[in-house]
């Protein structure tokens, strides 16, 4: 690895560029990670990670319903995670009707319906990020009982999908 200490750079070793959030730090969710920890940490990868070649990551399969849920769990997270701390009265309504049509487009119809009778018997809360991320967290805690998942701690939300894990928590 080389430590050589990149101020701002503009380009990731991916060779894409490097996305900054409006603060002018490297966006966490808009970089690829290595990318952002090359932003971050100036730290190059010894190796690029071996990917598939484009011509076979084309041949990927239609997605099946662990596919499209874990997908979507890491969109819906993603998206708590980026939430603004206090977010306006527009952001707060165009969160709730956002989920309302995510329930009502999800690709499982069944995993949909669900997903719309939980939110019709829990109001989201939308008010802050932090409340919004625990609301989400039950959510899925509820469809990780129905299938015999352990739950997760939702005390844990935020460094699973924002800041990363405490060393203690690892
Ligand atoms: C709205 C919705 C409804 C679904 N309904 C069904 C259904 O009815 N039947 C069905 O078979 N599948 C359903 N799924 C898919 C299912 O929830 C899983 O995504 C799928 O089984 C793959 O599970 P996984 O073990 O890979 O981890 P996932 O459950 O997809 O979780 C991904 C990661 O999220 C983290 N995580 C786990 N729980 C939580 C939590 N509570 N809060 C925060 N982070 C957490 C963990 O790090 C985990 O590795 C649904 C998905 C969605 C998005």
């Known amino acids: 690895m080389s430590t050589e200490k990149a101020s701002e750079p503009k380009v990731g070793v991916s060779g894409?560029?490097?996305?900054y959030d409006k603060d002018g730090k490297p966006c966490r969710t808009?970089?690829?990670?290595t990318d952002f920890q090359f932003a971050t940490t100036g730290i190059k990868p010894a190796k690029a990670a071996a990917k598939k070649p484009v011509k076979d990551a084309y041949k990927d399969i239609?997605?099946?319903?662990e596919v499209i849920g874990k997908s979507s769990w890491t969109?819906?997270?993603s998206i708590a995670a980026t939430y603004p701390e206090t977010p306006d009265n527009k952001q707060q309504l165009d969160l709730k009707q956002f989920l309302k049509l995510f329930g009502n487009f999800y690709p499982c119809w069944y995993c949909g319906d669900d997903f719309k009778e939980y939110l019709g018997k829990n109001e989201p809360k939308v008010d802050t990020q932090d409340a919004f991320g625990r609301w989400l967290c039950d959510a899925h805690n509820e469809?990780?009982?129905?299938l015999g998942k352990p739950k997760f701690d939702c005390?844990?939300?935020k460094q699973r999908w924002k800041d990363g894990w405490e060393e203690k928590s690892l």
Do not use: A
């Open 30 to 33: 808009c970089n690829s990670l």
């Open 62 to 65: 239609p997605p099946d319903v």
């Open 75 to 77: 969109l819906l997270h």
């Open 155 to 157: 005390n844990l939300w």
């Open 143 to 146: 469809v990780n009982v129905k």
């Open 16 to 19: 894409r560029k490097i996305v």
